[in-house]
């Protein structure tokens, strides 16, 4: 390999494994399981610092599916069973999880210990979830003694623009179907509504009951002290000790040390994380070959696909948050090439979105509903499902969402932002040359212009088109969930509630995490616990992304591979700052349509984090 190219290789080698996961333990074509020890009674470490996926992309290369939240899921179920294993070692740095994976973790590692296997846990940051993560799950939690215990209970708070934007001259003219669809207030109000400060305080209310039941359920004798520590914080380490958030204070070699003392051996093996995965040097063309997923993962055994759709909805890829969304574009080539493959038997759809485009949406929900009319369609919801999120998940045969998952806001709002005013106080003016004289043509004409409001016929014509998509948005849930549009009516207006509240109202036909979505598809496709898994990119293949065919030669495709580089090098010098960005990409679902044209948006009314 000549020296340009080498550069590359160790970069490569982070994503060469191959993309299926099954229940075999030992170490198999497809990368399915973890290497076998030889011997019994081993320590198993998770190592959690890099956190887990969604989904093998989003980097310069897609990750292993086993590094995935899938694999870590499915990883966790075979140490459960796995009888070599005599304790288990978690590793999280400092990494951190919200409400829904920390409580299904919990579970995981609980299934663990109700296999006799001592769980240990080490940590250098506990917050909300984490906490509620570790008091489930683990029977010995480590806390470095430098380190940090957030646990401070539930608050939102929402940020209101509109007296800014008076001083200034700007105007939101923004409309919204449905009460509770508040998205437009932080720009047309200087508080909330009465009808959205009720949804989202008894949603709020709905998800501290979550949390605190998670984090206590195994601590009966001491639940009341519990959860008043819980929403009592930050804690010095000797004072979450103390108040027994957790049992240890010590460094990460220590809590090992202890773990493997309590397992009885001195043998480790990694399961999950860095240094879990062997991966065998190749060259350029092979590697992007076989991260692209072009090779056969799963000898075409009849099997389950797991489709991560995670981030704001948008149709194409496109400015600095495209890449980390959900585009149609992707997402409708990915169900239909599954839909296709006589050896998916089914798919989970994994869904943790705040909505976006409902055109995206519809091009979403439309491939799903042409999938389960040939095979199982199981959505499983992570964080959220809400709005243009939720009308992709009413897509599916069933839907299982975490106890913490926000679901519903079925509504859409829209408009522009009108910034005509504002110019003027800089004495910058415009006039309307309209082709047609008539009266009131001009203003048609220039409807999206952000110098001037509507006049009163033409906000007319945008309520009448922002009110059929509602509408649209209504009888997609309907068709999706079998039910009567007058009750999915009855239930939307834009409120958000938690999965429980959802189930009632028959949005949501289970209560659980992934592993239980995952057990339904294969039952409703007759396969057995033992069929394949494997997480399937959701996003452009890497080929495609480098602008090539599978028919590519090696040469092609290294010279593409420059090019992107160079793109690539090009994007970072216009967007250095990547932890700004990520704070701004829960703006992204509403953003994202906006600024590609669009005049109305399905999304969560609140740019919101769940932690």
Not at 89 to 111: D, M, N, P, W, Y
Not at 140 to 163: C, E, N
Not at 166 to 186: F, N, T, V
Request: one cysteine or more; proline letters at 4%; a neutral charge.
């Amino acid at each position: 390999m000549n020296k340009r190219t080498s550069g590359f290789v160790a970069l490569l080698l982070i994503g060469s494994g191959a993309l299926a996961l099954g229940a075999c333990k030992g170490r198999s074509r497809s990368g399915v399981g973890q290497p076998a020890l030889a011997g019994s009674g081993h320590l198993a470490i998770v190592d959690l610092r890099g956190g887990a996926a969604e989904s093998g992309e989003g980097g310069f290369f897609p990750l292993p599916a086993t590094q995935t939240y899938t694999g870590l899921i499915r990883g966790l179920e075979r140490v459960a069973k796995d009888e070599a294993v005599a304790g288990v070692f978690v590793r999280l740095g400092g990494q951190t999880f919200g409400f829904a994976r920390a409580l299904e973790l919990g579970e995981s590692f609980k299934a663990i210990k109700k296999a006799k296997k001592r769980v240990t846990c080490h940590t250098h940051q506990i917050d909300n979830g984490t906490a509620a993560m570790l008091l489930s799950g683990c029977d010995d939690v480590w806390l470095s003694a430098a380190g940090d215990v957030g646990t401070v209970g539930i608050a939102a708070q929402v940020t209101y623009l509109k007296g800014a934007m008076d001083r200034l001259g700007i105007q939101a003219d923004m409309l919204a179907m449905g009460r509770y669809k508040s998205g437009a207030e932080a720009l047309t109000r200087e508080g909330p509504s009465d009808a959205s400060a009720q949804n989202l305080t008894e949603a709020l209310g709905d998800l501290r009951k979550v949390w605190l039941a998670g984090a206590t359920a195994e601590h009966a004798s001491r639940r009341a002290g519990l959860e008043a520590a819980l929403e009592d914080g930050p804690y010095t380490p000797n004072k979450a000790k103390d108040l027994g958030l957790v049992t240890h204070i010590g460094f990460e070699d220590e809590a090992m040390a202890s773990a493997k003392k309590a397992a009885g051996t001195e043998k480790s093996q990694v399961v999950f994380g860095p240094g879990s995965m062997q991966a065998k040097g190749a060259g350029i063309a092979e590697l992007v070959r076989g991260l692209t997923g072009a090779d056969e993962r799963t000898g075409g055994r009849p099997h389950v696909a797991v489709v991560p759709l995670v981030g704001s909805i948008t149709v194409s890829a496109g400015g600095p948050f495209g890449a980390s969304g959900i585009t149609s574009d992707a997402a409708v080539k990915t169900i239909k090439r599954l839909r296709e493959d006589d050896s998916v038997a089914a798919l989970v759809v994994r869904i943790d979105s705040p909505g976006g485009s409902p055109l995206a949406s519809d091009l979403i929900w439309h491939q799903l509903m042409l999938t389960r009319k040939e095979k199982p369609v199981i959505v499983s919801i992570g964080g959220m499902a809400a709005s243009g999120g939720y009308y992709i998940a009413c897509a599916a045969d069933k839907i299982v969402a975490a106890e913490s998952a926000i679901v519903g806001s079925i509504g859409v709002f829209g408009g522009k932002i009108v910034i005509g005013g504002a110019l003027e106080k800089f004495g910058i003016t415009s006039h309307t040359f309209p082709a047609n004289p008539e009266p009131g043509k001009g203003a048609r004409a220039l409807y999206l212009s952000p110098l001037t409001p509507w006049d009163d016929a033409t906000r007319e014509r945008v309520r009448e088109s922002m009110q059929r998509i509602y509408d649209l948005f209504v009888e997609r849930v309907a068709e999706g969930r079998k039910m009567p549009k007058e009750k999915i009516y009855a239930t939307a207006e834009g409120a958000i509630f938690l999965a429980q509240t959802g189930k009632a109202r028959g949005l949501v036909d289970e209560i659980g995490g992934l592993t239980r979505a995952i057990a339904l598809a294969r039952q409703a496709a007759k396969l057995g616990e033992a069929a394949p898994v494997t997480v399937e990119g959701s996003g452009e293949s890497f080929l495609d992304a480098l602008l090539l065919g599978s028919g590519a030669d090696d040469d092609e495709i290294e010279a593409a591979w420059l090019r992107f580089e160079r793109r690539r090098a090009d994007a970072q010098a216009r967007f250095p700052d990547q932890a700004v960005l990520e704070q701004l990409r829960p703006f992204a679902a509403v953003v994202g349509p906006l600024l590609a044209g669009e005049s109305v948006v399905a999304a969560l009314p609140y740019a919101i984090t769940v932690r």
